[in-house]
């Protein structure tokens, strides 16, 4: 299936969405060092990023009627910073809000279906307007702003048009979720907002993915039966106190469906210690100790038995308390690049362009590739039965 990638950053979005079916005809980004990584893999043959043809630029400078036949997919971040905890909250005043030209994108390609992310930011309630414009521009691309038209006014006149009943024309069913990457499998507390929607002469009934993991079923596996201690070989002697984690699993009354949360030992513990062990580490791609880690009042690390907190790309440099590891003699350190990559499910064969900070800041912005997938797969999934609509079941 043939699809289109918006704002691909260091492609963490894109490999999942391409390992899932899709076949990009245009990967589009301006940053030259997320342009510099992805040529950096391409030249290392590595699949699926060899095949994709990368347009190194501005996305407001892209023709998308240039791309010829039918779209399956666009799929992209818009940058989040306008919208971004972290960041300045400009919200749609600010001119880093890319949104216009993910709509734009959908306008001029109309394809089958569309897949956006963005940060949890996105659903404060300062910003909730807007997030309805957003959602009702993408449900009619066609019904663009007018020359010097705020966007409160354009919104009303959506609003209208949405309330007026039966509609024709271009349109799409939208569904919107905020997801919680570590309850998919992912090692890291990763809440992003999730927008897809379908063209709606295709008639699909689709629902985001259940969830696969459970934090419960992670403080089953420690405190109850102790078999998360026993398969990382870790002493009665060294495991914690248990706190609060460890009542609440005694006051479980059966063991959890799901599969447990992936915490920061399950994705790095074959790694050696970069600190302690700089010769080993030099093996593995990216893995080098970074000095300068403290922990303060907000800032205190990643617990090492628990899904990692979220990876940051921070503003001035990289803020310390989101990607440190927290020992568990309360010592703490970065996370180096290939540690933060397996937090982001990147392949240990993921080479990324820059410096350490500059590496950082891509692994940050990206989506977990293992969460793309997850959610692309559930889309083509449904495309493909569209060839067969008496298969096309809720």
């Not at 919104?155 to 979720?177: D, F, P, S």
């Amino acid at each position: 299936m043939r699809a289109i990638e918006l704002f691909a950053g260091a492609g963490g979005l894109g490999i999942g969405v391409s390992r899932a079916g899709f076949n990009p005809e245009a990967v589009i980004e301006w940053d030259d060092y997320c342009c510099d990584t992805i040529r950096e893999n391409q030249a290392r043959k590595l699949d699926p990023i060899v095949h994709w043809p990368l347009f190194h630029g501005d996305v407001r400078d892209f023709d998308f009627r240039s791309v010829r036949g039918d779209v399956d997919l666009v799929s992209g971040g818009p940058p989040c910073q306008p919208f971004s905890l972290g960041g300045k909250h400009r919200g749609p005043l600010d001119d880093r809000d890319m949104f216009p030209q993910a709509i734009r994108a959908v306008r001029e390609l109309k394809p089958k279906s569309f897949i956006f992310e963005n940060v949890k930011g996105l659903t404060r309630a300062s910003f909730a307007n807007y997030l309805e414009y957003i959602r009702l521009r993408l449900t009619y691309p066609e019904l663009v702003e007018r020359r010097a038209e705020a966007w409160e006014d354009h919104l009303a006149r959506l609003e209208r048009h949405h309330t007026r009943g039966k509609h024709n024309g271009l349109h799409y069913h939208i569904v919107m979720r905020t997801l919680n990457a570590a309850d998919y499998g992912i090692p890291q507390r990763r809440e992003r907002v999730f927008l897809v929607g379908f063209r709606a002469d295709l008639g699909i009934k689709w629902n985001f993915p259940d969830k696969t993991h459970d934090q419960d079923a992670l403080l089953w596996s420690q405190w109850r039966t102790g078999e998360y201690w026993e398969r990382h070989k870790v002493a009665k002697r060294h495991r914690p106190e248990g706190g609060k984690g460890k009542a609440r699993a005694f006051a479980l009354k059966e063991p959890p469906r799901l599969a447990p949360w992936r915490t920061v030992r399950d994705a790095i513990s074959d790694l050696p210690d970069p600190e302690k062990n700089p010769d080993a580490a030099a093996a593995f791609h990216n893995h080098r100790f970074q000095p300068g880690a403290r922990s303060y009042p907000g800032h205190t690390g990643s617990p090492l038995d628990e899904p990692a907190k979220t990876l940051k790309a921070g503003d001035h440099g990289v803020p310390g308390g989101e990607n440190m590891l927290l020992r568990p003699d309360g010592s703490v350190r970065y996370f180096t690049v290939r540690e933060s990559a397996r937090l982001q499910t990147f392949p240990d064969e993921f080479l990324f362009h820059g410096s350490w900070t500059e590496t950082m800041r891509q692994l940050g912005n990206a989506v977990p590739v293992d969460l793309a997938y997850i959610v692309a797969s559930s889309v083509k999934t449904h495309l493909d039965l569209t060839a067969t609509p008496a298969k096309n079941k809720p």
